[in-house]
């Protein structure tokens, strides 16, 4: 369904993804831990055509980019559209309620009638928990309910995958849960999602696969309770004790 292979990316003379190699089925939920400069946004920026690849062939269902090949807007839009991102950051607008942001990419890119967006995004918020926060300003909102905003305005453009980027680092401890049994509904739905965290208890209960990355490098991959309970590779043992001090 996601297929990447031998995908590079750097900065200048800074590597930062080393030929990654990835296969998602449909409904799987990957997730992707490592330490910090592992190249895990990267990956994730790559998968949203945010940042171009320098080499490398991405591909969902039928949608392919060959970046040994000059690859066209049109192409990046028409594989974009397979995807939903969620940030670090809320990026909502704050002029907007709940549910003019959640409305804006279906009328705007997807050209949606404004009721139809309505009644959709209503549906996606009350997914979320947020069917009494619909007209409600970002400003009126925590933290955690402005990124299940977030997240209902991502699938409201209807994605094949859901790329999740650290969703709860910008969240005081608290609101961490809400965000996540969010996510957790969405992967008890049947969403296929890669998803670049440190909580490593969602990791354990939702993930279908770990990977741990270094130095541009999946350096091990494995089912969670592998990864966590027995990892195979010294330097995925050395990250884990530090998470868990």
């Known amino acids: ?75 990046v839009q028409a594989f974009r559209k397979q995807t939903g991102m969620v940030f670090q950051t809320y990026n909502l607008f704050p002029h907007k309620t709940a549910i003019e942001n959640v409305m804006e990419g279906p009328v705007i890119v997807k050209k949606m009638n404004k009721k139809q967006a309505y009644e959709q995004a209503k549906r996606l918020l009350e997914k979320v928990g947020l069917a009494d926060k619909i007209d409600y300003y970002p400003f009126q909102l925590s933290g955690g309910q402005q990124q299940r905003v977030g997240i209902a305005r991502a699938l409201a453009m209807d994605p094949e995958v859901m790329l999740f980027d650290e969703p709860t ?27 670049v965290t440190h909580e490593m208890g ?3 209960e939702v993930a279908d696969e770990v990977l741990f990355m270094e130095g541009g490098h999946i350096v091990e991959r494995g089912h969670p309770e592998e990864i966590f309970s027995n990892p195979k590779h010294e330097r995925t043992a050395q990250f884990l004790n530090l998470i868990k001090d």
């Open 1 to 75: 369904m996601l297929t990447i292979n031998n995908l590079h990316k750097q900065f200048d003379d800074l590597v930062v993804l080393d030929g990654i190699d990835l296969d998602v089925e449909k409904g799987n939920v990957i997730v992707v831990v490592g330490p910090s400069g592992s190249g895990k946004t990267t990956l994730l920026r790559c998968l949203n055509i945010l940042e171009t690849p320098n080499q490398g062939v991405m591909q969902i269902n039928d949608q392919t980019l060959d970046f040994s090949n000059k690859v066209t807007k049109k192409q």
């Open 169 to 195: 680092s910008a969240l005081d401890p608290e609101l961490i849960g809400e965000v996540l049994n969010a996510m957790k509904e969405l992967a008890d739905e049947g969403m296929t999602m890669v998803v």
């Open 202 to 204: 969602f990791a354990r």
